[in-house]
Structures are given as C-alpha cells and as structure tokens.
C-alpha cells in the first residue's frame, strides 16, 4: 500500500458517515451524504437525478426506480445504502387540527380522538402523526400539524425503497418551504422555529407558461425560454430600449398569471400573524422552477409586499471532501440535506 493509500484510509476510518437524506420531488431524484471529521461537518456527496417520466409514474415502476437509484448513487459515490427518505408530498396529507389535550392520553389521545372523528371507523387503514404548535395565548386551544397517510401508501414506498437496494433508516414527512412545481406548489408557513401550516396549492410553472403562449402564440418550449432568458425584476432598468420592452410585456402577461399564488400567499400570511400576535412576516423563500426564472423572486415581493428571495444552495454551508459531482448544487436540495442531517442533530 502506498503511503497515499494508507494516509487515506487512516483518514477514512475517522470518518462518520451519516445516513443519504433522499427526496423525490416533482420531476428529480435528489440525495444527499454528510460525513463528520473531527468537529467539522462536511459534503460527502450528493446527486440529483431526473425521472424522465412523471413522479406517479416513476412510483408504479420498480424496475425503473431501482435503475434510477443506481445511477444516482454511481453519480454521488456514497458510502453505504441506508436513507433517511421523504414521503412524496403526492402521497400524504397535512393538514392544521386544534385540539385541547384535557382527559387522560394527553396529547396523542386528542389527536387521535379528533382524527377518528374525521376518518370514521377507516381510521385503521392510516398512519398518523403530528407535531405540535404552541400557541401563544393562555387558555386557548392547542394547535398541531397532523400528516396522514394511507398504511398501504407508506408500506409499498418502503418496499420500493428496499428494492432498489437501500436500507431505511427512517421515513419521513417535512415541509418543503415555497416550492413551485409544474401543476402545484406547496407553501410552509414557519414562525419562530414553529411549523405554522403546510398547505398545497393548485399552481403552477405549466399555468403560467400556458399564458405566455396564448399571449405570444409562441410554442411552449419557446415561452420557456423566454421567461429564463428576461429578467422580471421591476426595478431593473435595461439599457436597451428593446431588452425594456420586452422585459414590461412579459411581466403584464405573467403577473395576472400568479394572482393564484399571490391570494394563497397573503392567506398565509394573514394565518401566521393570527398566530404570532399580529407579527409581520418578513422573508419568503421560493424555490422550485418559477424560481430560476431572472426576477420572479423580486416581481413576486412586489405583488405581495414582502421580501422574497430564492433559497440558497443548502450545501454551500459545508465544505465539500468526497467525489461529488462538479456541477454547482441546486437549491432543491434543501430537503434531502435537512434530512441528511439527521444523524449530526440527535436524531440518529
């Protein structure tokens, strides 16, 4: 063994490895390996691979789940196979119950009661859980987050997980902050370290695209290639008479286009100041594909005044030390990291 060799295995050995953080979102596979050396924390690997097909149709396919799990582990070099894995946001139910925890059982007791009562006697055919959100207020009722998803559900996305060769450290449910996809977006409502609500909403990059092209009567692949080619920030002052033009026309065509997401957005705020006695927001985060569009960031805070900015890519809080992948990480891995995390956090 060269001294190379053996100085990197000495190092290796010192090496903890934590759990793959794994997230499918709407169109890629998204996994993230943390590692400890010492006191630091650092990116092991990661990877981000897409479906070539849609999320339904992916889940249906073992076959083309295992292949897909393949080539993102080859593509990120992890070490070892155990994950900790997000529920698709497709496949469960969050939604905000208030309850009050008097009698015996406590809280799980409330919840479970109240969740009987919405469920009926199919309650069996459901796994359940909650997190709790204090409430500021003496003697009002207790507020929590209840997940619901079907057992079949979760036991048949196990098994394709098991599989394609992984093994389970744990499974779970998370927010996943402003995150606009093809067909809907999902927005997560945080008030000081507290999950206020985490709601779907029927919008989407397809809705706004669909607008270009009727404005326009340009094909969709050209609409898309406009809306991330011009910036639609309104403070940005082109120098080219012509880059201006075209830059004011696409956002008339598209601010009508997000009065959708602009109503769900203002509801939300209106909830969290209900909850934070009349506190104001004061940041939105946006990901997902609207968000790679120049300007969408600052074009949405005008509409809904409120600061808004695109999540930062989660990984460059660590410094990378494995074989991961040149490209520059995405903002889209925020979940995958956060769950990657979760040995370093005591948790694991």
């Known amino acids: 063994m060269s001294a190379l060799a053996r100085a990197l295995s000495i190092i290796n050995r010192h090496r903890i490895y934590g759990e793959i953080g794994l997230e499918l979102s709407l169109e890629q596979l998204h996994m993230v390996?943390?590692?400890?050396?010492?006191?630091s924390l650092a990116v092991?690997?990661?990877?981000?691979?897409?479906?070539?097909?849609?999320?339904?149709?992916?889940?249906?396919?073992?076959?083309?789940?295992?292949?897909?799990?393949?080539?993102?582990?080859?593509?990120?070099?992890?070490n070892g196979r155990r994950v900790v894995a997000a529920m698709p946001a497709s496949q469960t139910q969050v939604m905000p119950v208030s309850y009050q925890s008097?009698?015996?059982?406590?809280?799980?007791?409330?919840?479970?009661?109240?969740?009987?009562?919405?469920?009926?006697?199919?309650?069996?055919?459901?796994?359940?859980?909650?997190?709790?959100v204090q409430t500021l207020y003496e003697?009002?009722?207790k507020l929590a987050l209840v997940a619901i998803c079907r057992e079949e559900t979760a036991v048949n996305f196990l098994e394709l997980l098991r599989r394609s060769g992984l093994n389970i450290g744990a499974l779970e449910i998370g927010p996943i902050a402003m995150n606009c996809g093809r067909e809907k977006s999902y927005l997560t409502l945080l008030s000081d370290n507290r999950l206020l609500a985490d709601d779907?909403?029927?919008?989407?990059?397809?809705?706004?695209?669909?607008?270009?092209?009727?404005?326009?009567?340009?094909?969709?692949d050209m609409a898309e290639d406009l809306v991330c080619r011009i910036n639609l920030d309104p403070a940005t002052e082109e120098s080219d008479p012509e880059s201006a033009r075209n830059a004011d026309s696409l956002t008339q065509i598209i601010k009508p286009r997000l009065a959708r997401l602009v109503q769900e957005i203002q509801r939300g705020l209106m909830f969290a100041q209900s909850e934070s006695r009349?506190?104001?927001?004061?940041?939105?985060?946006?990901?997902?594909?609207?968000?790679?569009?120049?300007?969408?960031?600052?074009l949405l805070a005008s509409l809904?005044?409120?600061?808004?900015?695109?999540?930062?890519?989660?990984?460059?809080?660590?410094?990378?030390?494995?074989?991961?992948?040149?490209?520059?990480?995405?903002?889209?891995?925020?979940?995958?990291?956060?769950?990657?995390?979760?040995?370093?956090?005591?948790?694991?």
Not at 46 to 72: E, N, Q, R
Not at 200 to 220: D, K, P, Y
Not at 287 to 296: D, F
Not at 317 to 337: D, Q, Y
């Open 33 to 39: 390996q943390l590692c400890q050396h010492g006191e």
């Open 278 to 298: 009349g506190a104001r927001t004061n940041q939105i985060y946006l990901l997902g594909s609207i968000a790679r569009w120049p300007g969408t960031a600052q």
């Open 139 to 141: 003697g009002r009722e």
């Open 102 to 132: 008097a009698g015996s059982g406590g809280d799980d007791a409330a919840i479970a009661r109240l969740m009987q009562e919405r469920i009926g006697d199919g309650i069996a055919e459901f796994v359940i859980d909650y997190m709790p």
């Open 200 to 220: 779907e909403v029927e919008f989407g990059e397809e809705a706004v695209l669909e607008g270009v092209c009727s404005a326009l009567e340009v094909t969709r």
């Open 44 to 78: 092991h690997a990661y990877a981000s691979v897409p479906y070539g097909t849609d999320l339904p149709g992916l889940l249906a396919d073992h076959g083309l789940f295992a292949k897909l799990v393949k080539k993102a582990l080859k593509q990120g070099r992890f």
């Open 304 to 348: 809904v005044d409120t600061p808004v900015t695109t999540v930062p890519s989660p990984l460059a809080l660590f410094p990378p030390v494995g074989a991961a992948p040149s490209s520059e990480p995405a903002p889209e891995l925020a979940v995958a990291t956060g769950l990657a995390l979760r040995k370093f956090i005591g948790n694991g």
